[in-house]
């Protein structure tokens, strides 16, 4: 059974950090490409950032480009996203997807 869990939301304020980590399980995680969407309120899904097996390259929306770095740990079947001087408009759920399986997300929201 595949199972991505995501981890490491919260509450910051503008111009914060966050990390996020997805841990995955159910499939051979170093051989699939992995990427960050999300879901502002409201509004439909957008795709954030990808890396594509086994480590790279790594691809980024314009929105984030800059601020957020995606990264894996393959040893540890680990997706992170680091994201770097959080603005309001960055509030959103945030899954990790593996092309066919979606985590039941993590909740970021940016506000002073």
């Known amino acids: 059974e595949v199972q991505l869990v995501e981890s490491g939301g919260g509450s910051v304020q503008p111009g914060g950090s966050l990390r996020l980590s997805c841990v995955a399980s159910?499939?051979?995680?170093?051989?699939?490409?992995m990427s960050w969407v999300r879901q502002a309120p409201g509004k439909g899904l957008e795709w954030v950032s990808t890396?594509?097996?086994?480590?790279?390259?790594?691809y980024y929306a314009d929105s984030v480009k800059g601020r957020f770095t995606i990264s894996r740990d393959n040893a540890a079947n680990t997706l992170y996203l680091q994201l770097n001087s959080l603005k309001p408009e960055d509030t959103a759920t945030y899954y990790c997807?593996?092309?066919?399986?979606r985590g039941q997300g993590t909740q970021v929201t940016v506000s002073s």
């Open positions: 997807d593996q092309g066919d399986y």
């Open positions: 159910g499939f051979t995680f170093s051989t699939y490409g």
């Open positions: 890396i594509d097996s086994p480590n790279g390259p790594t």
